[in-house]
């Protein structure tokens, strides 16, 4: 195994809400997509949205929908980082707006990335 593939433990699951920044991400094929730079959620309704997460490529939004598995020490998530959107302020503009509440997350996502520290 190298620091681009997956352990073949990554621990227990856990919740959204507990999951650290840092944490890496894999893609299902085992490689390393990244890390998770923040949670994207709706504290007051409890509904997760999806992960923040750098790639060598850039900040990239992996929405809950291609998230397959939240755990200890990694996220898993469904497609290649390459395939990841960036966020955006204008949403509506990416082909990816078709996709039922990615718009909206791609503008959370833009807002957080945007936002003084």
């Known amino acids: 195994m190298t620091d681009n593939q ?11 809400l507990v999951l650290a920044d840092g944490t890496p991400a894999f893609d299902t094929s085992g490689d390393r997509a990244g890390e998770v ?11 997760f949205h999806g992960l923040i997460v750098k790639t060598p490529a850039g900040h990239r939004f ?3 929908g291609v998230i ?14 390459a395939e990841l959107p960036e966020p955006s302020a204008d949403p509506a503009a990416r082909a990816a707006e078709n996709d039922e509440g990615l718009g909206a997350g791609l503008k959370k996502a833009w807002d957080w990335l945007v936002q003084p520290r």
């Open 6 to 16: 997956a352990p073949e433990d990554l621990g227990a699951p856990v919740s959204y």
């Open 37 to 47: 730079v923040h949670v994207l959620d709706d504290e007051q309704s409890d509904v």
């Open 62 to 64: 992996a929405r809950a």
């Open 68 to 81: 397959d598995g939240l755990f200890e020490h990694g996220v898993i998530i469904s497609v290649p980082a």
